[in-house]
């Protein structure tokens, strides 16, 4: 450093003696002020930057005139400007056309065509632009004339304020419940050919209606094993399938399952003991066509249970008569509660009225009928907590693997004591739901599967109106659109389907990815709401703490089942006449009844209660226990 010595002045940006070569003398002739001319188009001189070679240079040019000097940089700026042409600043320059907004964008083309094929009443690209261009040669005669400088200030667009944006008449996006445009319900009417075959299968029916059964119970309760007794003794199930399924079992080392494994067919049911999914079979008794739920009794399958017992119009509740196996089914374990008592709770509040209760397995304690007397002194008082009348209560007792009291009177003589109705005749005794055919369509998706003649099949039950062949359906949440290929009804194809009927549609247009269980099948002009936060009406169940605003909750309906929380405690109810009997209450405790607000982490396909029973029950579910049931009251926007 001390061998160099650098000066900076007023001209030069810096000079180091002894340097041998010039700053910029790698980029040949480059001035940096050239940069500054052609961006800028400044009149002022060019700061100079000048190294050694650059001052020797300005000492022996001094005779040299500056106008020589400057024309390299001249000849270079308008070499730029011939490459770049710049808009003209002086007042004398031409004027900068702007554009007219006249013609149609390719954009908008596509969006007139798509109209023209959908029959969108939107109105066409062509019309717009026609009001553009009126628009815009309006604006034109009543501007006066600005000056230049102004016009390179902004741009105004051209574009009419009122211009209206492409029609979402085809979308498939999901629309909440407070953005849907639906029709009043009351405007509703069933299309006149559906009617009229509506009205032939209702007088085709009347010796034979409907039923939909669930069985219910606790785990080891003996259904799926007296409900194989029992499709056997209707003469549903061969000798032959019975031995095979003997011998099956007894080579498993599960012979007492034989009988269970005519609804068990899984491999993992057969293996575990326990039923995991809704098995559905159909038969007939003497005055009914009966589909059976065999729902499963496990506390870990308790989400498959509702969605079985939503469907059905009554049920038998199995209760084990063995010593000791009442007692665990209904009182449970330290957590409290078994599923008995859960299965009754949940039975009630997903609209299930009449229940026939089922001692099995008496013969394990000799048939006694004391046994049975307790057994209804402790559930009686239960069930009627419940919601349950006990004119809609049957009671009686029954064996699985020996047949007694399933079609027949008992032949045990220990049974002689008892002198109420069987297995069937209860069944016979229970009444059919009325089909709701006035409503729209609705059928919510309890099953997905590949049709016999290739398409996706659905099954449910129809909760309302009725779909024929070729009907047009709307898929919600995804708000998809497809169309009925097939119908099958108890396993018969058929070409109609009515509310209360089980049926397996095959749909065409239709996404697999959109098709769910959770998912609703309903009329395209009167779609089901998708909602994410709802006002309640609950009853809590047995807790073990309060319930709290802010609590976790998973909120069961239909078939769907969708993660939230209980958003807000509205009031507190009374018990009796439901009257408000405190507001904005701090917590819940069990057995109260309440006004709550839930909110979920996503849209739900739900209906008000007073619309559609079935699609306004709900229950609430924490940590694997069921902690409150209830109905929709309100959709909250």
Known sequence: ??????????????????????????????????????????????????????????????????????????????????????????????????????????????????????????????????????????RDEATPPVTHDMEKLHIQSATPANARAPSSAGSSRPVSASKQQRHPLEEYHLERDLQSACDTLQAAEQTQPKLHLVVLGHVDAGKSTLMGRLLHDLGYVSQKTVHKHEKEAAQAGKASFSWAWLLDERPEERARGVTVDVATTRFQTAQRNVTLLDAPGHRDFVPNMIAGAAQADAALLLVDGSPGGFESGFDGSAGGGGQTREHAQLARSLGIEQLAVVVSKLDTCSFSERRFLDIKTVLLPFLKGCGFRPSSLQWLPAVGPTGQNLTQPPTEKQLSWFKGPSVVQAIDAFKPSERATNKPFRMPITDVFKGQRGGLSVGGKLEGGAVAVGTAVRVMPSNEMG?????????????????????????????????????????????????????????????SRPVLRGQQVTLHAHASQETGHISHLVSLLDAKTFEVSKAKPRCLLQGQSAIVEVTLSRAVCLELYKDYRALGRIALRDSGRTIAVGTVTEFVS
């Open 483 to 543: 169309a009925v290929r097939s119908i099958q009804v108890d396993g018969e194809a058929v070409s109609l389907a009515r509310a209360g009927d089980s049926a397996d549609l095959t749909l065409a247009g239709v996404e697999a990815t959109v098709l769910n269980g959770g998912a609703v099948l309903c009329h395209p002009e009167w779609p089901v709401p998708l909602v994410t936060r709802v006002m309640t009406r609950l009853l809590i169940l047995d807790v």
């Open 1 to 138: 450093m001390s061998g160099k010595k650098v000066l900076y002045d007023d001209d030069d940006f810096y000079d180091e003696h002894d340097a041998e070569e010039d700053y910029y003398g790698d980029y040949g002739d480059f001035d940096p002020g050239e940069s500054q001319l052609v961006g800028k188009q400044s009149n002022k001189t060019p700061v100079k930057a000048l190294s050694k070679n650059a001052t020797k240079s300005k000492a022996n040019a001094g005779t040299k005139p500056q106008t020589q000097a400057a024309a390299p940089a001249a000849a270079k700026s308008k070499k730029l400007q011939a490459t770049y042409p710049l808009s003209p600043a002086a007042p004398n320059a031409e004027e900068v056309s702007r554009f007219k907004f006249d013609t149609v964008s390719p954009d908008e083309a596509v969006l007139e065509a798509q109209k023209r094929v959908t029959g969108s009443a939107e109105p066409s690209a062509v019309h717009q632009q026609q009001q553009r261009s009126t628009l815009q040669s309006t």
